[in-house]
């Protein structure tokens, strides 16, 4: 706004105090020309807020932060502080918890002055976008509104081209990271409904409302003369009852409620939550090798390209897609397990472990008597198990130590630090980030517990698997196979319809988001384990294996696509490595 449109202001106030608000929810940018972005925008602005007589609940736009994010003189803090008093908040962002939904609030912060491109980017910051993804876990199921002041990409609104994406400012994170909040409502069926601001432009354009992977976007107009873009001067009504949903424009020129631009739903708010239909889909197979995989000897390099790890001592770098097998990283013993961290591929075999680079031509070992790995050491004990170290190189289990294998800094050695010491020899080691765990081959769980280098106890299992924070088990009670899904928030279980069988025959890959693949008695289940579906997919005559995830370690918390190893179906055939959706 500007001073001189402050009769203007009072008016909206009086347009929206008349359409008796539960709550008022401004996007941000806040004061008039020349104070926006200060102390004295902020109370500015707050003076005509409270005339409409309804609680408030802002989140901060881009202007608010301009005179200092990144390399601004205004000290850094000052807008967030006295904006946090003024409106009784104890964080800029949030969640407002409702009985039967829930408003998120992302605000912009401050950028750091050595990755600024974009002062007025509307920039949010890892620890709170970490935030909101794990508040959003916490209730499945529950729809969410989401308040931004920009969209995010791939919202699909109306932009304006010479000013929003010529600075590069035209979405959330838009130069550090746009793509996380793409994911966060691609892959989140709660966020139902999504409000933004930010383009001052109004409700009629056929791209004010979009709909994009079960999620509505709604463009939020002005209220002032002095900045609309198009000439029209409004603001959203969201009328949220028992029996339906509605959007409306509350135009500040006729100073009435219309259906401009508007939407409206029949039904609870829940009903709009699509959850997908749990769906095995195969893609395409290559066979590998002459003989099938070891049980954990799957590890993607890739979405496209996996290893394979075989009984009769191999390990193969396949590509389903393409149907090839481009060679072998050993050839000897058959391998007691294989992991891939960073550029290495690494190997454990007897009382060995070694790591080859797995980018590089010479990867492969072309001669049958020819070396391998590229780089090894030996170990006092049988190296049992490996899983990728957050710092680098492996976590080994070998005997009952722990150690740490990684390369030495002039990647000449290895260097193997002793860290705990195990109760029982380790089966398996399972790593997700920071966190780590060791089973044993009696079915008995022990978590790492960094600080104090040692090993508790926590249950007994048949099997087990952790990613992305997603902790799935496998258990037998009164002869029936359950599998478990956590995520530190909520708790799932349903049953597999399978035998059990031997210990060693069973495992459950986590695939993110309480979603199961799981291997019985050689048979393949998917499940959606907090819908208690279970889907056994046809993967043919052959028994199965081992599976993984096709993903490589970076990906969103939500995996989509395995890796399976199918046995010979009938002799003279060969063993298979599909690759299926989920």
Known sequence: MKPEDYGITRTAMEDIAAASPDLIIPLGDFGSQGKIGSVEGLEEAEAFLRQAGAPLRPILGNHDMERESGPGKQPKGTMQER??????????????????????????????????????????????????????????????????????????????????????????????????????????????????AHYHLSHGHPDSHTYRFGTHFFMTGVHGAAFTRDGNRQSRILDIDTDGVKVLTLDHIKREVTEEGGWAHTGQLDTLVQQPRLEPVYVHAVSVGEAPAVKGGLVPLSPTRCIVSTTDGFSWEAEPWVEGVFGTYHIGPALTSVAACGNQLWMAWGNEAGATDRHSPWRFVRDEKGPWPFIKTTLAETATALAAHPAGGVWVAAGHELKHVMLTADNGALAVIGHAALEEPSAALIADGESLWSLSATGKLYAYDAQQQSFVYMRQVLAWDSWSGYNVSLHSEHGQLLLTSTNGHNMYVTSLPAKISQTSDLQVISLGAHRVLAIAAGEAYAAAVNRQEVVRMETGEGKVATACRAVAADSYDRCDAVYVSVGQASEGSRPLLQKWTI
């Open 83 to 196: 904006f946090l008093r003024m409106f009784e908040l104890d964080c800029p962002y949030g969640v407002l918890e409702y009985d039967n939904y829930r408003f998120f609030f992302a605000a912009t912060e401050n950028q750091s002055p050595d990755s600024c491109y974009d002062v007025q980017e509307v920039f949010a910051t890892d620890e709170q976008f970490d935030w909101l993804k794990a508040k959003l876990k916490e209730r499945p199921g529950v729809p969410v509104i989401f308040f931004t002041h920009a969209p995010p990409v791939g919202a699909g609104l109306r932009t304006v081209p010479r000013v929003h994406v010529r600075s590069t400012n035209a979405y959330l994170d838009e130069n550090h990271n746009p793509y996380r909040w793409y994911e966060l409502f691609k892959h989140t069926p709660e966020i139902v409904l999504w409000f933004s």
